[in-house]
DNA sequence: TTGCTCCTCACGTCACGTGAGGTGGC
DNA sequence: TTGCTCCTCACGTCACGTGAGGTGGC
């Protein structure tokens, strides 16, 4: 695709149903993030509607990715915080330090994650092959 | 020391602590496995310790593998239970459909699986090329 | 006005975690 | 007797799911 790579006050803002279907996250799974602290409150519109902003949909993305390392919704709350003082410029040594270990941590978790997929791939193999085994010479 | 009930052969038999070792799971996740049903209950000891046969553990491993592809505890009961009548021989049609229905939602399942890895695996880069932004000075 | 999308409670659920208090067996 | 391992409640927790009842805006 053509980037349209949004410009610095182009601003433009989604619903919470588009972000929900964009990210692949449902609505209470989004709400649930803001209520815990995962994601800052998000502005609204007059009637009370959220609305969220290109940045909101990329840290929503990044909470999805960490997620199926195991990681809780606290941990992930702190390791986006520490990315943000990163991009900000307001990190002390001490931010660099935490993001190395949470660093170590994931690619732990990442390895376990990987095991993980090769025991259900093992698994989803064991199944077929045992359906399949439904006697094809039956009339 | 080296007395535990289990050193012949064909029945060898663990204790709970063992299997929870071995298959890599939570004595509280083996209970609870048991309580739900999706182990059968097990052979226990005069004072009342849960005995496990290597059969036990096999089918642990299995729920262990199922597990990841987020199937709840109710499916891989159903998955475990349909795979035993094809061993058994006492496999109805019905129960091939079903197990080729499973086999459809296991491949799907892995395959939503190895997507997390891979949006684990790219996270997990993130936070690790972050960190080591760490250079002394920067200027 | 209709239809769709959103809102806030608030209870329910799933899969365990975590003590508390007690017993088994070498 | 000591130490370790196991036992049964039973409440707690985490991450949402699922209505119920109501409102916003084109």
Redesign the pocket.
Known sequence: MADDPATADDQAV???????ERVG?????????E??G?IAQ?G????????YTERDVDRLRK?KGM?PMG??????SDVLELLDQVESSTASPRTFERLQMFAALAVERRDKLRERLALATEFTDLIASVARRSSPDER
Chains 1, 2 share one sequence.
């Open positions: 989604y619903q919470i149903g588009d972000v929900a996250l449902s609505l209470r799974t989004i709400r649930h993030y209520d815990v995962v998000t609204r519109t007059r009637g009370g509607y959220r609305l909470v997620k990681f809780t919704l606290g941990e992930i």
